[in-house]
């Protein structure tokens, strides 16, 4: 069901960003220590804009289409924190945040070693379309499950890496929450996307094709 939602999201930013291009500057800290946090992921929310903070906290994203977007800020041991923005044509935009250590980073971390059957019945519900055969979780392990009284969550410390080789792009899922008594779903997160290479024509045409064909499909659904 995760990489249904991907599929989906993944074609609604294809066609949303040709306009006008900022740049966005800030600096990143701890928000208990106020020390820089470097190597910090900074990416615009269902987008393939992305970069990283520098040594000294600090990160510039260039070519930032105008509009509103949701920026997403990620760095392991911390809470993600998001915020929505309006970039204008014309307007520096630059700003300083801060990142909580998140209460499980600081609470004891318990492993799990076996991975049983269980674990892989609760994993299906990533979902068994044709579109979703093309997709591999590279990291499925980070995913962690709970059932209780016939519903079943999911929760990830990491992001959730996913290759969609049916749009063509490499998908770095940040899994807020998932909630789901088989019947409704509920699900937020922050994708973070970039587009997978293929020296293989075929390969970019099929790509193309089932790109646009989802929006297609985006565009006439009520």
Same mark, same amino acid.
């Given at each position: ?15 949303? =960003?040709?306009? /006008? ?29 992305? $970069? ?8 510039? &994203? ?6 509103? /977007?949701?920026? @997403?800020?990620? =760095?392991?041991?911390?809470?993600? &924190? ?12 630059? %700003?300083? !945040? ?9 609470? !004891? ?7 049983? !059957? ?25 995913? +962690? ?10 929760? @990830? ?22 909630? $789901? ?11 973070? %996307?970039?587009?997978?290479?293929? +020296? ?8 193309? @094709?089932?790109? +646009?064909?989802?929006? /297609? ?6």
């Amino acid at each position: 069901m995760v990489k249904n939602v991907l599929i989906y999201v993944a074609a609604l930013f294809a066609a949303s =960003f040709i306009t /006008h291009a900022q740049t966005l500057t800030g600096v990143i800290k701890d928000s208990k220590t106020n020390e820089p946090i470097p190597f910090a992921s900074v990416f615009l929310s269902n987008t393939t804009f992305a $970069t990283e903070t520098g040594i000294d906290g600090t990160f510039k &994203l260039k070519n930032v289409p105008t509009g509103t /977007h949701t920026l @997403a800020i990620c =760095f392991i041991g911390y809470e993600t &924190l998001n915020r929505t923005i309006k970039v204008v044509k014309g307007q520096l935009v630059t %700003f300083t !945040e801060s990142l909580v250590p998140s209460a499980q980073q600081l609470a !004891e971390v318990k492993v799990q070693t076996n991975w049983d !059957e269980k674990w892989e019945k609760q994993y299906q519900f990533m979902g068994e379309t044709a579109a979703v055969q093309y997709c591999k979780v590279i990291n499925p392990r980070v995913i +962690d499950f709970g059932e209780k009284r016939e519903v079943l969550t999911a929760k @990830a410390d990491k992001a959730i890496e996913i290759d969609n080789r049916f749009l063509g792009y490499r998908i770095l899922y940040t899994l807020k929450s998932f909630k $789901t008594d088989g019947v409704e779903i509920r699900l937020t997160g922050y994708a973070q %996307f970039s587009e997978l290479w293929s +020296d293989k024509p075929s390969k970019k045409a099929f790509w193309a @094709a089932n790109r +646009d064909k989802l929006l /297609h499909f985006i565009k006439i659904t009520p």
